[in-house]
Each structure stands twice: as C-alpha cells, then as structure tokens.
C-alpha cells in the first residue's frame, strides 16, 4: 500500500465518508492505538454531566464482569513475552480510568451519596486487583496502569465521603484509602485531602482509625 497515493485518494473524500472510515480504524485498533491516536479528542468529549443511576447500573456490569473473568486474559509467560499486556487487561484499566472519572462527575454535580457508592464499588475492585484476584494478566501490572487522574477522583471520592458520612462511617473507608496511598508513597495525598474536607467529629475519628490500624502518614502533615 502506498501511503501517499492512499492520502491523494482520501483528500478527495466528503466528511461521511472519512468519519466512517475512522470508525472502522478505531474498531480494528487494540485499546494502546486507540488510545495513541483518539486520547486527544477522548479527553475533549467528555459529558457535561452524568446520570448517576445510570452510571452505578453501569459500574455494577463491570464489577461482575471483572470478578467474571471477562478480563482475564492468562498466557505463558516467557523471556520472549514477559513484557507483553493483553489487550483484555489494558481494555480493564482504560474502563476503570473512564468510570472513575465519570464518578468524580458527580462529586462536581452535588450527587455525593451516589458518588459514594460508584467510587466504593470501583475502590473494592482495584483493591481486588492490586491484591492479585484473577481480574486482569499481565507479569507486571497496577494502578498506575489507571488512566485518567486518579489524584483527582481520589479526591473526589474523600469529599462525597465527608458530605454524606458519620465520623464512623467516614473513617472506615477514609483510612483504608490513605493506607493504600501510602503504599504509592502518598501521591494521591489521600491524607491531607481527608483532614481539608472532614468535618471536627470526622477528623478526630479519622485520627482514632489511623491511630488503632498504625497506619504511616506524611510527617509534614502530621499532628
């Protein structure tokens, strides 16, 4: 195939034509192309705003297809292969990037009690992965395989969580949270989100909660 006589050809062609032309590419494309080629224009088409229970519908699908093996893509691994990702597990971490993001959404739209049980939801299984339930396959692979800004949505979720939740509710799922980001040398800053956005009673249960569980914080935040 000669690529510029390829291009004369396509210069030539009305807008319907190219559009379904690209939708074909996108369609023969593995998740690492599309998202090379479209992330771009991904990122600009963002809703202005989400339907939660549509949303939540949506998460719930996910999960049970994730705990279903729908992602689960094994092989035998080899010196030759080590460094390959199916593209089942890279299809995973682009969705939960996507819906993470959808979920922050709702933060942004003062629906924090859905907002709570989408990024709750989402939370349980990137903990089911990071623990090495059969979700996804890969020699190596984590969160920071996530796409989007997980800072962001992490943050998101903190601040549902504060709006909705007792002191004990909030610091049972808050300390975890900052648990899990101290394993990621803090780079969600989970904590100080937590001790911004909690309320009096809140934060001095989060303390309590950090306190019994021995969990490491950042020292410059630290009371």
Same mark, same amino acid.
């Given at each position: 195939m *000669?690529?510029?006589?390829?291009?004369?050809?396509?210069?030539?062609? =009305?807008?319907?034509?190219?559009?379904?032309l690209?939708?074909?590419?996108? *369609?023969e494309? =593995?998740t690492?192309?599309r998202?090379?080629?479209f992330?771009?224009?991904?990122?600009?088409?963002?809703?202005?705003?989400?339907?939660g +229970?549509?949303?939540l519908?949506?998460?719930?699908?996910?999960?049970? +297809?994730?705990? *279903?093996?729908v992602?689960?893509?094994?092989? =035998?691994?080899?010196?030759? =292969?080590?460094?390959h990702?199916p593209?089942?597990?890279?299809?995973?971490? *682009?969705?939960?990037?996507?819906?993470?993001?959808?979920?922050?959404?709702?933060t942004?739209?003062?629906?924090h009690?859905?907002a709570?049980?989408? &990024?709750?939801?989402?939370?349980?299984?990137?903990e089911?992965?990071?623990?090495?339930?059969d979700?996804?396959?890969?020699?190596?692979?984590?969160?920071w395989?996530?796409?989007?800004?997980?800072?962001?949505?992490?943050?998101?979720?903190?601040?549902?969580?504060?709006?909705?939740?007792?002191?004990?509710?909030?610091?049972?799922?808050?300390?975890?949270?900052?648990?899990r980001?101290?394993?990621?040398? &803090?780079?969600a800053?989970?904590?100080?989100?937590?001790?911004?956005?909690?309320?009096k009673?809140?934060?001095a249960r989060?303390?309590?909660?950090?306190?019994?569980?021995?969990?490491?914080?950042?020292?410059?935040?630290k009371?």
């Open positions: *000669d690529k510029r006589q390829l291009f004369e050809v396509l210069k030539k062609q =009305n807008s319907a034509n190219l559009l379904k690209l939708q074909a590419a996108y *369609d494309m =593995n690492s192309q998202r090379r080629v992330g771009e224009f991904a990122r600009q088409s963002k809703p202005s705003t989400v339907e +229970q549509k949303l519908k949506e998460i719930k699908k996910f999960h049970q +297809q994730s705990f *279903d093996g992602y689960y893509a094994p092989f =035998n691994i080899n010196s030759k =292969n080590w460094t990702i593209e089942e597990t890279e299809e995973w971490f *682009d969705r939960v990037g996507a819906l993470l993001e959808a979920s922050a959404k709702l942004e739209q003062d629906e009690a859905k709570v049980e989408c &990024f709750t939801i989402l939370y349980e299984l990137i089911a992965m990071e623990s090495g339930e979700i996804v396959f890969a020699d190596e692979y984590g969160s395989m996530i796409s989007g800004d997980e800072k962001k949505c992490l943050k998101a979720y903190i601040t549902s969580l504060a709006a909705v939740s007792s002191a004990e509710a909030f610091a049972a799922i808050a300390a975890p949270l900052i648990k980001d101290s394993h990621h040398s &803090f780079s800053q989970a904590y100080a989100v937590a001790r911004h956005v909690a309320n009673e809140q934060c989060l303390q309590e909660e950090i306190k019994r569980q021995n969990i490491r914080v950042p020292d410059k935040t009371k």
